[in-house]
C-alpha cells in the first residue's frame, strides 16, 4: 500500500450507526451558509506528529484516521526546505538522497490535472438518510465508542515509510511532503466522491522556515532561495486537485451574482437569507457583501471539496511573493476565527462569547461565522457539547494519549462528541421490539427542551417547534399529531427543524422559556421517516425520501460534465446507473435485503450494509 492512498485503520471506521448519524447531521445542515456550521477540527502536528517522529507512513494513515473519525477542519504545519526546494512537514532540512526525486512522487507542476480529477458526476442532491446513532458519554472522560455493529473490513495495512532519518530533535522521512499530502488528499476526495459520503473539509497552512541541517537546535534563518511559481503552496496543491477547490475567485463571482450562482440551485438547498445581507439593483441582480455558500451548492451543485486558508507566516519566510497564490488559498482568518476571550468555567462550560443569548437573539450578539475555539488540553464531552451548543467549532490543538496514527479511539470519540442532534442510541428502530402496525408509526423525530432528539409516534401528540428566524422560535398553542404539525404553527412561523447546533440550542431555550407541559418527551421538530423506514427527511409528513426512486435525478442541476475520453464517459455513466439501481433496487428489497447481504456477506461499495435506503 502506498502512503499516497486514503487508507483508514480499522480502529478508525465509523460503525454503521456512527456514519449515519454523521450523514443525518450533513443532511439537517446542507442549506445554511457552511460559515455557520459547527465542524471538528484539528491540528495535524499535535495529532500525529506529538512525539516528533515524522514518517511518510506514519502521517499518511494519521491523516486518513482523522478524515475518517469525522474531523473537517485541519490546521497543518509546513516547512520550507531550501536544500530540496520543498515544503516538508519535518521542521529541519534533510539531505538531499540519493534517488529522492524531491521527497517523493511529485505532484504535476504543469498545471494540468490529471484526468482522475473531472470523474466527479455522481454527485446529486440528497435531503435524508437512515440515521441511528452509537451511545456515546455525556460526562467528563472522553469514551470508547462501543459495541454497536462496525463496518466489515480487511486489515488495513500500515502505508509504507521510507527509512528515517534523525535530524535534531525529530526522525523525518524524506517523503513526508506536501507532495504526499496532495496525493492522499486527492485519494480520499475520489473515493468519496459520491452523494452519500461527501463532505466539505477545510485546511489551514501555518507557513515557516525549516531550520538548517548543520544547526538544527538554532531557529530558522530566512533562506535564500524562496519559493516561487510551481512552488508554491496553492500552485503545487492546484495541479491535481484545481477541480476540487472552492477558491476565492469562486465566492467573489458567486456573491457578485447570486441569481447566477447560489439562486439556480432548489429552493430547499440555497442558503438560507436569513444569515447574510443582500442588495438588488436596478436589473434585478440579487448580491452579498457577506454571504457564503451552502454545503449543497459547494458539493452538490459546485461539485467542489475543499477550502484552503493561509494561516500564519513566520517572518523569515514573509519575503516570498505569495501573489499567485491568493487565488487559490484564502487570505488568514478569512474561514477562521478563533475566540480568544472564550473561558470555560470549572465544570467545562463556556462562560464567555457563548452566542446563545436570552430572548430576543438579534443579529449582533449571534453572528458566530467561523468560530473556533482552540482545546489545549484533552477536553471533556461537556467541554465539547458547551462549544457546539454555542455555536463554535471544537479545535483540538494536543495530543489524545498516543498519536492519531496508532490510537484513533479518543480522536473518533472527540468528533463523535461534536454531534448535535441525536440524543445517545437514537434514533431507535422499533422494528423489532414493536408489532409492524406500532412500529410503522415510530418515525417522528421530537427535540427536548436539553436539545436532544428521539423518535416518537407520529401519532402522539406533541407542541410543535414553531420559527420565524434561525434564532427566534416559539412554541405551538396546542399538541397535536404530526401530520398536523404545519398547521399548528402560530401565523409568520414554519414548522422546520433547526440546522445548526445553535439553532437547536435556540429552540431548546424556547420550551423551557415557554409554559407548556411536555410530558417529560419535547416537541416535533420536522425530521421524519414517515415514508419510508429509516429515511430521515427535511419536512412535514409529505415529504419524500429522495432515495426512494430513482427521480432523486431531478433533484440534480443540470450541467455538462468534461471528460477527455470516451472510456471516462462510460465509466462515469456506468457509476451513476450502479448508484441509481442500487437506490431502487434496495427501495423494492426493503429490510429482508440486509439479512440476504448478511447471509451473503454483501455490502455497498463504501463499505455500508445498505437499509432501507443507502448510507
Not at 447570486?258 to 436569513?274: K, M
Not at 440550542?505 to 429509516?534: E, H
Request: with cysteine.
Amino acid at each position: 500500500m502506498s502512503s499516497d492512498d486514503y487508507a483508514p485503520g480499522n480502529d478508525a471506521v465509523l460503525s454503521v450507526d456512527e456514519a449515519r448519524v454523521q450523514l443525518s447531521q450533513r443532511d439537517l445542515s446542507l442549506s445554511i451558509p457552511i460559515n455557520f456550521m459547527t465542524v471538528p477540527g484539528v491540528s495535524l502536528t499535535a495529532a500525529c506528529l506529538g512525539n516528533r517522529v515524522i514518517g511518510e507512513g506514519e502521517l499518511a494513515r494519521c491523516f486518513s484516521n482523522l478524515l475518517s473519525v469525522g474531523f473537517r477542519r485541519f490546521e497543518l504545519d509546513l516547512y520550507w526546505d531550501a536544500g530540496r526546494s520543498l515544503w516538508s512537514f519535518c521542521p529541519v532540512e534533510m539531505k538531499q538522497m540519493p534517488g529522492d526525486d524531491n521527497g517523493s512522487s511529485s505532484l504535476s507542476q504543469s498545471g494540468t490535472p490529471p484526468a482522475t480529477t473531472t470523474n466527479q458526476g455522481s454527485l446529486s442532491f440528497p435531503a435524508a438518510v437512515a440515521t441511528s446513532i452509537q451511545e456515546k458519554g455525556t460526562n467528563d472522560a472522553l469514551p470508547v465508542s462501543g459495541t454497536s455493529e462496525r463496518i466489515s473490513v480487511s486489515p488495513a495495512p500500515t502505508p509504507s515509510s521510507e527509512p528515517m532519518h534523525a535530524e535534531g530533535h525529530y526522525k523525518c522521512s524524506p517523503a513526508a511532503t506536501l507532495e504526499m499530502f496532495g496525493h492522499q488528499l486527492h485519494s480520499y476526495l475520489v473515493d468519496t466522491q459520491n452523494t452519500l459520503e461527501a463532505q466539505l473539509s477545510y485546511y489551514v497552512f501555518n507557513i515557516h522556515a525549516a531550520a538548517s541541517r548543520t544547526s538544527p537546535y538554532s531557529p530558522a534563518q530566512a533562506p535564500t532561495n524562496l519559493p516561487v511559481g510551481g512552488e508554491l503552496i496553492g500552485r503545487m496543491l492546484s495541479s491535481n486537485l484545481s477541480s476540487y477547490i472552492y477558491t476565492p475567485i469562486h465566492l467573489s463571482n458567486n456573491r457578485a451574482n447570486l441569481n447566477s450562482s447560489w439562486y439556480t440551485v432548489p429552493e430547499r438547498y440555497r442558503p438560507v437569507t436569513d444569515y447574510y445581507s443582500v442588495e438588488i439593483d436596478d436589473n434585478g441582480v440579487w448580491s452579498t457583501d457577506d454571504g457564503w455558500p451552502s454545503e449543497s451548492f459547494i458539493e452538490f451543485s459546485s461539485l467542489k471539496r475543499v477550502l484552503f486558508q493561509f494561516g500564519t507566516i513566520d517572518p523569515q519566510m514573509q519575503g516570498a511573493d505569495y501573489t499567485a497564490d491568493a487565488s487559490i488559498l484564502f487570505p488568514s482568518g478569512y474561514i477562521t476565527q478563533p475566540q480568544p476571550s472564550a473561558s470555560l468555567n470549572s465544570t467545562s462550560h463556556l462562560t464567555s462569547d457563548c452566542y446563545l443569548h436570552p430572548f430576543p437573539a438579534v443579529p449582533s450578539n449571534t453572528n458566530s461565522s467561523w468560530a473556533t475555539y482552540a482545546l489545549t488540553t484533552p477536553p471533556t464531552n461537556t467541554t465539547l457539547t458547551s462549544l457546539t451548543t454555542c455555536g463554535i467549532s471544537p479545535h483540538l490543538n494536543t495530543t489524545l494519549t498516543a498519536p492519531a496514527f496508532t490510537s484513533p479511539l479518543p480522536y473518533r470519540s472527540f468528533a463523535l462528541s461534536t454531534h448535535w442532534p441525536w440524543a445517545p442510541s437514537e434514533p431507535t428502530n422499533y422494528s423489532s421490539t414493536l408489532s409492524a402496525a406500532n412500529a410503522a408509526l415510530m418515525r417522528c423525530a421530537i427535540a427536548s427542551p436539553s436539545g436532544a432528539w428521539s423518535v416518537t409516534s407520529c401519532a402522539d401528540r406533541h407542541y410543535v417547534a414553531c420559527r420565524s428566524t434561525p434564532f427566534s422560535w416559539s412554541i405551538s398553542d396546542h399538541a397535536v399529531a404530526f401530520p398536523y404539525a404545519p398547521s399548528a404553527c402560530p401565523h409568520g412561523t414554519t414548522f422546520v427543524a433547526p440546522a445548526s447546533a445553535l439553532e437547536n440550542a435556540y429552540l431548546a431555550q424556547a420550551q423551557r422559556d415557554t409554559q407548556r407541559d411536555y410530558d417529560n418527551q419535547g416537541v416535533f421538530v420536522a425530521f421524519n421517516s414517515a415514508q419510508v423506514d429509516g429515511c430521515w427527511v427535511i419536512g412535514g409528513a409529505d415529504a419524500v425520501c429522495p432515495y426512494d426512486r430513482v427521480t432523486l435525478l431531478s433533484f440534480a442541476r443540470a450541467r455538462e460534465i468534461v471528460v477527455p475520453t470516451v472510456a471516462a464517459v462510460i465509466i462515469l455513466v456506468i457509476s451513476a446507473l450502479t448508484v441509481f439501481s442500487k437506490v431502487a433496487g434496495n427501495r423494492r428489497g426493503g429490510r429482508g435485503r440486509r439479512g440476504r447481504e448478511r447471509e451473503k456477506g454483501g455490502r455497498a461499495a463504501n463499505g455500508f450494509v445498505y437499509e432501507g435506503v443507502p448510507l
